[in-house]
């Protein structure tokens, strides 16, 4: 997930393509996640991104739905779930979003809550840029699930990856405020991409830096690849780290049975050690579904607290 100001940005009506925004994408292992897509801008200009490369290798104009046709999208459903991935293509909190669309977006959370509709979500903002959200997740206790990414807690690697965004720190405080304001917060650990952001070092500073905040969940999550993002890469950061990373897409083992290609599960052996180390003497919990053993980049998202125990009920409950 990722953004590009490029590209102009094509806003749906009320009518048109309603029926597309709320689906169903059933997870090899974790069953069925529905996804309530708001729009594909994605997360600022950070050159990991496969979203933000495929765009641009199809030379698509960028999509941002209207707060009236994710409304009806919502009332057409014949039956709503329990809970939503929300905009996984979009991050309406990183650093340099607008305003206006910030807003929008706050606004059809809102809505879908008022439905009963639980909402997990990912973002790269930090506390500055989400203080709506926070407020949203103390509005509705147990309600909200959020995975806030962080790719490296180094500002030079984090700069020239991710331009734009605000900085780990920030990050952090955000996930330790949305954790007290009652949502369900994990840290997102990456895309961890082999000699760019996996040093031990630093890897155990993060998970550290986590700890400190009180976070208690870390989720790693992996490089994957898209169409056009080898080239991406090599155009924002150098062709050597775009040849390196296909080197990595091209091993065995890189191809998932969907097609999709990410870090071979052999090759994270070492840092995914060094991670569930760290973890274990920090206390946190480090979440991985049968997916990910599966070669998945990272854990299905899962949703809020609330869902979860109603799930549990009916012996649905997802397993970490």
């Known amino acids: 997930m990722c953004g590009d100001s490029s590209f102009t940005v094509r806003v749906f009506s009320m009518t048109e393509n309603a029926h597309h925004i709320l689906t169903g994408r059933r997870e090899s292992a974790c069953g069925v996640v529905y996804r309530l897509d708001t729009g594909d801008a994605g997360v600022g200009h950070a050159a990991w991104c496969p979203t933000r490369a495929a765009r641009a290798q199809a030379g698509s104009a960028r999509v941002a739905r209207a707060e009236a046709t994710v409304d009806e999208a919502l009332a057409r459903a014949r039956r709503l779930p329990e809970w939503v991935y929300f905009a996984p293509r979009e991050d309406a909190f990183a650093a340099d979003v607008a305003i206006e669309r910030r807003d929008e977006v706050l606004r059809m959370m809102q809505r879908t809550l008022a439905r009963g509709v639980g909402i997990a979500l990912t973002t790269r903002g930090t506390l500055r840029d989400a203080p709506g959200?926070?407020?949203?997740?103390?509005?509705?206790?147990?309600?909200?699930?959020?995975?806030?990414?962080?790719?490296?807690?180094?500002?030079?690697?984090?700069?020239?990856?991710?331009?734009?965004?605000?900085?780990?720190?920030?990050?952090?405080?955000?996930?330790?405020?949305?954790?007290?304001?009652?949502?369900?917060?994990?840290?997102?650990?990456?895309?961890?991409?082999?000699?760019?952001?996996?040093?031990?070092?630093?890897?155990?500073?993060?998970?550290?830096?986590?700890?400190?905040?009180?976070?208690?969940?870390?989720?790693?999550?992996?490089?994957?690849?898209?169409?056009?993002?080898?080239?991406?890469?090599?155009?924002?950061?150098?062709?050597?780290?775009?040849?390196?990373?296909?080197?990595?897409?091209?091993?065995?083992?890189?191809?998932?049975?969907?097609?999709?290609?990410?870090?071979?599960?052999?090759?994270?052996?070492?840092?995914?050690?060094?991670?569930?180390?760290?973890?274990?003497?920090?206390?946190?919990?480090?979440?991985?579904?049968?997916?990910?053993?599966?070669?998945a980049a990272a854990a299905c998202i899962t949703g809020p607290a609330v869902a979860r125990e109603q799930l549990s009920l009916f012996g649905q409950e997802r397993s970490a």
């Open 133 to 295: 959200l926070v407020a949203l997740a103390r509005a509705w206790p147990g309600r909200l699930s959020v995975r806030v990414g962080v790719f490296s807690r180094d500002a030079a690697v984090e700069a020239k990856w991710e331009a734009g965004l605000g900085p780990a720190s920030g990050r952090i405080a955000l996930a330790a405020a949305l954790q007290e304001a009652g949502a369900t917060v994990a840290l997102e650990i990456g895309p961890i991409i082999p000699f760019v952001n996996d040093d031990a070092r630093a890897l155990r500073d993060l998970l550290r830096a986590a700890a400190r905040a009180g976070i208690r969940q870390i989720v790693p999550r992996w490089a994957e690849d898209s169409p056009g993002l080898v080239r991406q890469v090599e155009r924002e950061i150098s062709r050597s780290s775009g040849r390196m990373l296909a080197g990595w897409f091209n091993q065995s083992g890189a191809t998932r049975a969907d097609g999709t290609r990410t870090v071979p599960f052999q090759a994270r052996r070492q840092r995914r050690q060094i991670i569930h180390d760290v973890a274990r003497e920090l206390g946190l919990t480090v979440v991985e579904c049968r997916c990910v053993h599966e070669g």
